[in-house]
């Protein structure tokens, strides 16, 4: 039996995309393993997006190699592969081959030429690939990622994504729909799709929007959670939002790249909207899903920011009172457009600007989290928690729980009143402990 190991970096994407490489290798007798030392292939599905997670794959590539034994497999897949293509093979004598996103239905061909000893590199852009027939292997079938549209057309000028994952395309709605039935039907017990894409909310293939996408899996039986991620804010059409607040199984939380508050900011970063459009697509959401939680990406330091313009951001934050934001220090990546603007900002004011920025989210998140102590949610328990023999679980708000109960709650949905907070995650306890026949009226 062959076994190939995968360390997936960066987005959602790339953890679907790992699990269409199981899938592609499933399908060759290989099976899934989480022991690189026992592991036949070995491959690191990477992210591009800034240096810094380029540099941790280096350095991992380097504790890696130790693991491969005559005869294995060392690749690098994603978007570093794709970005960097046979500059890797020079770079890493180790790597056997190097395949970026559109390229993993030639993974069984590289790995048998690595094999004949001969070393390789397919980053060439196929904008028709979907994977269609390729059935993913999923690691948490409670909860699927559904890839809806790969590529991105945006031009955001910092972003690299554009240049390692090609042009935009969507699935046709009915494969998607066959693909969420299936899962919610075959006794996997999915109950929760989240639909991914760049640019997710945009999707059209050719016949149906991104509303009718919504509207269709959100009916699929068995289907009592639908995410999405990321939407880029002025792709929430009034139909898309009408759908999200028509649509039962559709939950009470949008990420919302902001990316900066600073309309000139915005303006050279090429996003489609400036500081009042965006404050409107909040507002419009709100409206539409009454207790809609919102999280976001920032990035600060882009070329040219001013303090001004950094004030912007942390006054729209404050405005706004996100749940939850990822903060980025601007990374210069070779190849996009931002590069040649005027004004790089120092390294010592981003730093001390991220730390502003990091502090202002987290005081709004724990303020708003200790509002919610004394509350009752439904949870989907996802699994064990990390520390402490408790099981994790999630809010239609993506709020996480930890609750003590049984490992047969996992996959299963409770209501739970929350006990206490450590600022971003929760302690809840369950309800049936309190009411156990209100509760068991309510299952
Ligand atoms: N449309 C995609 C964006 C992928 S990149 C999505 O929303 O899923 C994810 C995030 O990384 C972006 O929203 C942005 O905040 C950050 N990012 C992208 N390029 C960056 C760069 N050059 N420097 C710092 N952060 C960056
Ligand atoms: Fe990147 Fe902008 Fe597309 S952030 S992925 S170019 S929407």
Not at 111 to 137: L, M, N, T
Not at 145 to 154: E, H, K
Not at 272 to 299: E, F, H, K, W
Request: charged residues 25%; aromatic residues 8%.
């Amino acid at each position: 039996m062959r076994r190939v190991y995968i360390e997936t970096y960066g987005c959602q994407m790339n953890v679907s995309d790992s699990e269409l490489m199981f899938g592609v290798l499933g399908r060759e007798g290989y099976v899934r393993t989480e022991d690189p030392a026992e592991a036949d292939v070995l491959l690191v599905n990477t992210c591009a997006v800034r240096d810094h997670a380029e540099q941790r794959v280096l350095g991992r590539m380097g504790e890696l190699k130790r693991y491969k034994r005559p005869g294995d497999v060392l690749g690098v897949v994603g978007c570093m592969a794709q970005r960097l293509g046979p500059k890797l093979l020079e770079r890493v004598p180790q790597v056997d081959l190097v395949i970026g996103p559109d390229g993993y239905r030639g993974l069984p061909e590289l790995i048998a030429q690595a094999r004949a000893g001969e070393r390789a590199a397919d980053v060439a852009f196929k904008g028709w690939e979907h994977y269609e027939d390729v059935p993913p292997v999923r690691g948490n079938m409670v909860s699927a990622f559904v890839t809806v549209q790969r590529g991105c057309d945006y031009r955001c000028t910092f972003c690299i994504v554009p240049m390692t994952r090609g042009p935009e395309r969507s699935r046709k709605l009915a494969d998607v729909v066959h693909e969420v039935a299936r899962l919610a039907a075959n006794g996997g017990g999915t109950t929760e799709v989240t639909l991914l894409g760049q640019t997710v909310n945009s999707y059209h293939d050719g016949e149906h929007d991104f509303a009718d996408l919504l509207r269709t899996v959100g009916a699929v039986e068995g289907i009592r959670r639908l995410r999405f991620t990321s939407p880029y804010p002025t792709d929430f059409t009034p139909r898309v939002v009408a759908a999200m607040a028509e649509t039962p199984a559709v939950c009470e939380h949008v990420h919302l790249p902001l990316q900066s508050g600073s309309s000139r900011t915005l303006k050279r970063m090429l996003r489609r909207y400036d500081r009042d459009r965006y404050l409107a697509v909040v507002a419009a959401l709100r409206a539409a899903v009454p207790g809609t939680s919102l999280s976001t990406d920032i990035i600060v330091g882009f070329p040219g920011e001013t303090e001004d313009e950094f004030q912007e951001t942390l006054s729209l934050v404050e405005q706004v009172q996100f749940d939850d934001a990822y903060t980025f220090k601007y990374s210069v990546r070779d190849g996009t457009p931002a590069v040649r603007i005027k004004d790089h900002v120092a390294e010592e004011i981003k730093t001390e600007r991220i730390g502003r920025l990091i502090a202002l989210v987290r005081r709004i998140a724990k303020q708003k989290n200790i509002g919610l102590i004394g509350t009752t949610h439904e949870i989907l328990v996802e699994g064990p928690a990390k520390r402490g023999g408790l099981l994790q679980a999630r809010t239609r708000t993506n709020k996480i729980a930890l609750l003590d109960g049984p490992a047969e709650w996992i996959g299963t949905y409770r209501r739970v009143r929350f006990t206490g907070t450590t600022g971003s995650t929760f302690t809840a306890w369950p309800l049936e402990k309190e009411y156990p026949e209100l509760v068991a009226a309510w299952q």
